[in-house]
Every structure is written in structure tokens, then in C-alpha cells.
């Protein structure tokens, strides 16, 4: 009698047990990885905003003794710009668009939406960005890439 009680505590965990720890683990891989991804566009959408104003500070500076960004040249500045300022997506660039004497417009190609999403809601909160940032037509939740355009002026 005290054999089969030594015998039936020493067989193991049952099946049910194997896989409630494994439904277990599963859920906090699971959880884990939604927060690296989470973490990760986050990162990405904070260094994108630090390369906006990377770009404000150097258009501010073409300005100097001129006091207009009509004066500006929009093909030498994206030119510039695009080699100073690096973003973490391969084919992304930065175009300077309509400018006038007190403004100007940006678009960036091929930033994630969700980061682009991001984005957008920390330039609307920031002053001298317009009031209307966007995202284009790509920036649904599952689509990979879009453009952001936005204008800087007073």
C-alpha cells in the first residue's frame, strides 16, 4: 500500500497542468512582445519628432539675415536636409513644399502609421506646427507605411 502511494506521487504533472502553465507562458509572451512593439514605435515617434525640429532649427537658420522663407531654395534645403537629418526607415525623406514668406510645409515619406499617427498628435499639442498635421491616405491601422505632412510657421 505505501508503494503505490510513493509510486502515484513520483509519475509527474498531468496534461492538464502541462498545458495551464503552458497557456500560462504563452500569455506573457504574448504580453511581452505587444509591449516591446508598443515600446518601439513609441521610440521611433520620439526620435521622429526630434528630427522635425532638427529640420525647424535648420530652415530657421537659412533664414538669418534674410528674415523670409520665400528666400529659401526648396530643392537645396531637402537636399541638406536629407543629409543631416537620418531616420530609422529605410526609403524615408524629408520634401520642403509650398513656402512662403512665413511658413512652410513638410512631407516625410514612409513613416509606419502608427508612428506617423504619434506623431501627429504631439505636433498638433506644439506650437508654430498648423493646426493640421496629416497623415495620408495609407495610415490605416494595419498598413506599414504612409507620409506625414505638416506646416511650420507662426
Known amino acids: 500500500m505505501r508503494k503505490s502511494i510513493l509510486l502515484s506521487l513520483s ?10 502553465v503552458l497557456a500560462v507562458a ?3 509572451l504574448m504580453l511581452s512582445i505587444r509591449f516591446y512593439q508598443s515600446t518601439v514605435y513609441a521610440n521611433q ?3 521622429l519628432n526630434s528630427q522635425i525640429q532638427a529640420v525647424s532649427a535648420t530652415m ?11 528666400s529659401i531654395s526648396t530643392s537645396s534645403a531637402a537636399a541638406y536636409i536629407n543629409q543631416i537629418v537620418k531616420l530609422p526607415w529605410a526609403s524615408a525623406s524629408f520634401t520642403i513644399g509650398t513656402v512662403s514668406s512665413t511658413s512652410y510645409t513638410v ?17 498638433m499639442g506644439a506650437a508654430h506646427f498648423g493646426a493640421t498635421p496629416t497623415c495620408g491616405s495609407g495610415a490605416s491601422a494595419g498598413s506599414t507605411a504612409t507620409t506625414l505632412t505638416y506646416s511650420y510657421g507662426p
Not at 509527474?12 to 497542468?17: D, F, N, Q, R, T
Not at 530657421?60 to 520665400?70: I, P
Not at 512631407?107 to 505636433?123: D, E, F, G
Open 11 to 20: 509519475r509527474g504533472a498531468s496534461l492538464v497542468e502541462t498545458m495551464l
Open 26 to 28: 504563452v500569455m506573457i
Open 45 to 47: 515617434s520620439n526620435y
Open 60 to 70: 530657421e537658420s537659412f533664414t538669418q539675415g534674410v528674415g523670409s522663407y520665400a
Open 107 to 123: 512631407t516625410i515619406s514612409s513613416v509606419p502609421a502608427i508612428v506617423c499617427n504619434n506623431t501627429i498628435l504631439k505636433l
